[in-house]
């Protein structure tokens, strides 16, 4: 009855070795995108007063004068 509990303490250890081999290759994955240096440089339209306005009442909250009371 105990080599079956080491059989399944191993079994779980291999896949959490496994996650972590895949988590970290995909890791490597992105920081390689990020830093390669020969990517084309992506150009974004400047942010203008109409939208920081437009996202501003996105996020504004339907009750700005109600507060939440602690206690």
Known sequence: MSWQLWVVIALAAAAVVLLAAARMRRARKVFDDITD???PIRITPP?????LARARARHARPEPDRHRKHG
Not at 47 to 51: E, Q, R, S
């Open 37 to 39: 240096l020969n990517r």
């Open 47 to 51: 942010v203008t007063a109409d939208d």
